[in-house]
């Protein structure tokens, strides 16, 4: 890794401080800033209001250095995945889910993960190694700057990032935190607080700690309705477990500024999590919770044990919730065709092995379809 500082992985207060400590006037700091997130630059020359002797001085001692494209597809339905790698070959992936005016998009903080979650695929991989905040933040820069940035065109195209792709955001907390610094920011991206999200499986710890730091929106992957089951799908569950966990996720949102619901993460699983009893179970639950519910149909991928419920039980769940005075929403399965939807996140899969795993599934799909 090279010893020169990238510009994308500073806050601006971090920004600030550097410039000061290489003598230069510290009102600079905001003007850079806006070039890189706002302007999405890539290259000091294009910073027209900074001096000449400054973009040589930052050009000898820093880079701006975002992550390189191994592949990028688009999806039928708009949706389009980035697989992207950082210096040291590791791929991580990145997803833009285009709808209608907001535009999400789903971003990594880890190479692969630690969790083991029995029912996604990224787990598959296990853990390789944290991102960087540059890392982290650097997807978004590298899609503003594929699909347009609000000072470039004028439209928001990001409206709303999620840290729900590969990887546990807690467990990667300090650069998690600083990247959320930088997406709030005015100077930065700009986004709202109701419109970064930090999905977590529920590590307490973590989630303890952003209290009082980050002011974002919460999503919590819970996935079942107690915890001999739950420690089953998540198995963190078994060191964090749910009359730990709800606690904590209620004091977030007593304090968090930003939102006052936490959405609810449930993937159903035919004849697992899926039955009318749990539906009940998890009203029950979640009596106290000021929350919405995102179910979310299960996206298979190759080797695994479970599957997608049936429409007419993830519509049965959804109603006895709606019933109780919950919000459901059923997440659409969007970029399933490139396999970006939820979970299907593998970073080091070639392209070899993938197009086999997508041949894989269009087969299963149409054994699925005749035994209906
Ligand atoms: N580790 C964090 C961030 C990942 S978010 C978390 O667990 O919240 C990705 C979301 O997609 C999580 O809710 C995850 O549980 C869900 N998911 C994982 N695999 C899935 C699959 N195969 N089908 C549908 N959803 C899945």
Redesign the pocket.
Known sequence: MSDRLNLLDLTREEMVDFFKEIDEKPFRAPQVFKWLHQFVADDFEQMTNISKALKVKLSEICDIKGPEIISEQLSDDGTIKWALKNGDGQAIETVFIPDGERGTLCIS?QVG?A?D?S????AQQGFNRNLSTAEIVGQVWLAARRIGALRTTGKRRISNVV???????LLNYDAVVKACDILLDDFGYGLSKRRVTI???GVVPGLNKLIDKADVAL???L?APNNELRDEL?PINKKYPIEVLLPSVKQYLDDSKASKKVTI?Y?MLRGVNDTAAHARELCRLLKDIPCKINL??????PQ?QYQTSTQKDIDKFGDIMIKKGFVVVTRRTRGDDIDA????LVGQVNDRTRREERKLRKMEKIEVKTLH
């Not at 029912?119 to 990224?122: A, E, G, I, L, R």
């Not at 939807?341 to 299907?344: D, F, K, R, V």
């Open positions: 903080s993960c969790l979650c029912f996604c695929s990224t840290f729900m792709g590969m990887g546990e955001p999905s977590t499986s999503a919590l992957s996935h998540v993460e993937v979310i149909p299960f996206n298979p991928f695994t939807a939820c979970g299907q």
